[in-house]
Structure formats: structure tokens, C-alpha cells
């Protein structure tokens, strides 16, 4: 009889550390699930960055590094991401999420993506110098890795964000 109780016991003792164990791996894959990794192999890169202002409906161009002169801007032809045109993805708090191709050097034309899209060429670079409405337009920038390491694209992103995971990225701009 004491062996029977024993045995319950020793059952009961178990099938309860099993359930408590169970719950752990379950609350660490939900943290895992939260948990965004970044990889900076190479290719192509995720920027995320804020503006002083509004200019998710302007086209940016690439200033060289003293800003002093434009280094690269689209073709008309060049400003979709997708088959739409490449307005940058709106994030949690402010942030924006680069689907142009962008970088710190970045300044943007006083010209939607609309309309530069329904031009026949590139204007020419003395009046692309004169459209540009801001030369310094960020306030901050991260580069958070390679893009394909985001399977869930904007919603990871937003959990980056949520979690302080831009501590992670590196840090390109910050005013």
C-alpha cells in the first residue's frame, strides 16, 4: 500500500514538473516570438529614420558628404518600390521605414513622387539643386541590418521599436 502511494506520488510530483516546464517553453518561445534579430550580412539594408518635417510625399535624392552637391538622384522611372509608388512605410512612434534607398545623406525635392513620376526624364542637375527643400531633413536614422532578415516586414519593425530594439541598430543620425 505504501508502494502504490509512493508511486502516485513520485507520478503527481512529475506530471506537475512536466506542466510547469511546458509553461516555461511556452513563455520563452512568446519571448522569442517578441524578440527580433537583426543580421547585417550583406545586401540590401533597413533604414528606419524621422523627419524635421513631413516629407513622406517627396522624392529624396543622396547629397554628397559635405552636402555640397547631389551624388544621386532617381530617374522618373526609378521612384517605385513594388509596382507603387516608394513612399517610405509608416512605423510605431514617428519612424518611417526607407523603400527608396536612402541614407544619411539623404535631402528631398520639392517635387511629390506623383508628379516627378509623370516626367519623361530626370531634370537636369542645376534645377534638381534648386527644388531640394532641405538639405539636413533628419533628425534621426538607424540601420537595422539586412532587409531580408524581416519576414514580417513592418510589423517586426514595430516590435523593434516597441522593445527599444533600435538600441541595436546602429545609430547613423541622432539629433
Request: glycine fraction near 4%; include cysteine.
Amino acid at each position: 500500500m505504501k508502494l502504490v502511494v509512493l508511486i502516485i506520488s513520485v507520478l503527481v510530483i512529475n506530471s506537475c514538473s512536466s506542466v510547469q516546464k511546458n509553461q516555461i517553453s511556452a513563455e520563452a518561445k512568446e519571448i522569442d516570438k517578441n524578440k527580433v534579430m537583426l543580421n547585417f550580412k550583406e545586401g540590401p539594408q533597413t533604414f528606419i529614420y524621422k523627419t524635421k518635417h513631413d516629407y513622406t510625399k517627396f522624392v529624396p535624392i543622396l547629397l554628397s558628404d559635405d552636402k555640397s552637391e547631389i551624388v544621386s538622384y532617381p530617374h522618373p522611372r526609378d521612384v517605385f518600390y513594388k509596382g507603387d509608388l516608394a513612399y517610405p512605410t509608416e512605423l510605431k512612434g514617428g519612424y518611417l521605414l526607407d523603400n527608396r534607398g536612402i541614407n544619411s545623406n539623404v535631402a528631398f525635392l520639392n517635387i511629390t513622387y506623383e508628379d516627378y513620376s509623370k516626367l519623361e526624364s530626370a531634370p537636369p542637375l542645376e534645377e534638381l539643386e534648386a527644388m531640394i527643400l532641405d538639405k539636413n531633413p533628419l533628425v534621426e536614422m538607424y540601420n537595422c541590418g539586412n532587409r531580408f532578415t524581416f519576414k514580417n516586414g513592418a510589423s517586426d519593425l514595430n516590435k523593434l521599436i516597441e522593445n527599444n530594439g533600435l538600441e541595436d541598430c546602429k545609430c547613423l543620425v541622432k539629433e
